[in-house]
């Protein structure tokens, strides 16, 4: 069956960095547009990035532009969201997503465009 595997969480001071990773099993990887969304306490969860299955294609969501990177690396079927200049606010539940997709230049924004799900890595941002 499908496994998506969040690590990398933990607490950091604002301003810091965290490397998240995410390991993928039983699916064709490098056919699946990957995700990263973050859920706060008594908030909706939200998009952050996605990258096409090819790694050609990113998109992002404002809050963290210029701040969060997203990658992948499809030899050892695992994506990446590396995050800089931390804040408080970003303090949330992250979690990645996976989604089968033909097109390798559109980007998918939406929880509900994605069919398989890890179970989530808490990172605390300090101040």
């Known amino acids: 069956q499908v496994q998506l595997v969040e690590s990398g969480g933990g607490l950091v001071q604002a301003g810091g960095s965290l490397r998240l990773s995410c390991a993928a099993s039983?699916?064709?990887?490098?056919?699946?547009?990957m995700g990263w969304f973050r859920q706060a306490p008594g908030k909706e969860r939200e998009f952050l990035a996605t990258?096409?299955?090819?790694?050609?294609?990113?998109y992002y969501a404002d809050s963290v532009k210029g701040r969060f990177t997203i990658s992948r690396d499809n030899a050892k079927n695992t994506a990446y969201l590396q995050m800089n200049s931390l804040k408080t606010e970003d303090t949330a539940v992250y979690y990645c997503?996976?989604?089968?997709?033909?097109?390798?230049?559109?980007?998918?924004?939406?929880?509900?465009?994605?069919?398989?799900w890890g179970q989530g890595t808490q990172v605390t941002v300090s101040s």
């Open positions: 997503a996976a989604r089968f997709s033909r097109y390798s230049d559109t980007s998918y924004t939406s929880a509900k465009d994605y069919n398989y």
């Open positions: 039983g699916l064709t990887f490098s056919s699946y547009y």
């Open positions: 990258i096409s299955w090819s790694g050609g294609s990113t």
